[in-house]
T-cell receptor, first 116, second 114 residues
Framework: DADVTQTPRNRITKTGKRIMLECSQT?????MYWYRQDPGLGLRLIYY???????NKGEISDGYSVSRQAQAKFSLSLESAIPNQTALYFC???????????????FGPGTRLTVL | GESVGLHLPTLSVQEGDNSIINCAYS??????FIWYKQESGKGPQFIID?????DKRQGQRVTVLLNKTVKHLSLQIAATQPGDSAVYFC?????????????FGGGTRVLVKP
């Protein structure tokens, strides 16, 4: 969905390096999420944020940190990258108005991260 | 494009036939279910959702069936087209739970043969 953008789209880094993945959205949604995707495991939630003052850990937050700089921006950092953090990373956004019963999440195009 | 997985269950279907994708869930407290489609190089895209007080819901060319007794969800695609080739994920959640934290299944790859 072009309304949710992620940068970079691809990144190769070395073990121990600090890296940041960025997500921006023009949907005006309050809620933003970071997921990682590994082969055969579907998507797993890393962190989520309901608004600029709200940060919550997800299922697999160890080794990651996030920053919600503005309603439209949510960045994910790996303080010291390790090889098992090699994965596809997706940002998503939602708002209570986006679904019939609950908020539907809309995903960005993903960032492929490789840690050597 | 982005590869979503090398060892996913795969469903091969002839163009024009109907496709049925299955999903088992484990949490009895889940009361909301959703199907996403992920094409190569893109993020997951919402297809259809269903609440636990329903057995069936229809969209455009898609139908989701929910069997709470055996905790099973299926997605039926009518008259499958080449553009339906993708990986399909089911996800579950409890609407009562805070945060809309979806739990995703591992995905099924659908390959449409011309």
């Amino acid at each position: 969905d072009a309304d949710v953008t992620q940068t970079p789209r691809n990144r190769i880094t070395k073990t121990g390096k600090r890296i940041m993945l960025e997500c921006s959205q023009t949907k005006g949604h309050d809620r933003m999420y970071w997921y990682r995707q590994d082969p055969g495991l579907g998507l797993r939630l890393i962190y989520y944020s309901f608004d600029v003052k709200d940060i919550n850990k997800g299922e697999i937050s160890d080794g990651y940190s996030v920053s919600r700089q503005a309603q439209a921006k949510f960045s994910l950092s790996l303080e010291s990258a390790i090889p098992n953090q090699t994965a596809l990373y997706f940002c998503a956004t939602s708002d209570l108005s986006t679904g019939e019963w609950t908020d539907t999440q809309y995903f960005g195009p993903g960032t492929r991260l490789t840690v050597l | 494009g982005e590869s979503v997985g090398l060892h996913l269950p795969t469903l091969s279907v002839q163009e024009g036939d109907n496709s049925i994708i299955n999903c088992a869930y484990s949490n009895s407290a889940s009361d909301y279910f959703i199907w996403y489609k992920q094409e190569s190089g893109k993020g997951p895209q919402f297809i259809i959702d269903i609440r636990s007080n329903m057995d069936k819901r229809q969209g455009q060319r898609v139908t989701v069936l929910l069997n709470k007794t055996v905790k099973h969800l299926s997605l039926q695609i009518a008259a499958t087209q080449p553009g339906d080739s993708a990986v399909y994920f089911c996800a579950e959640n409890s609407i009562k739970a805070a945060g809309n934290k979806l739990t995703f299944g591992g995905g099924t790859r659908v390959l449409v043969k011309p």
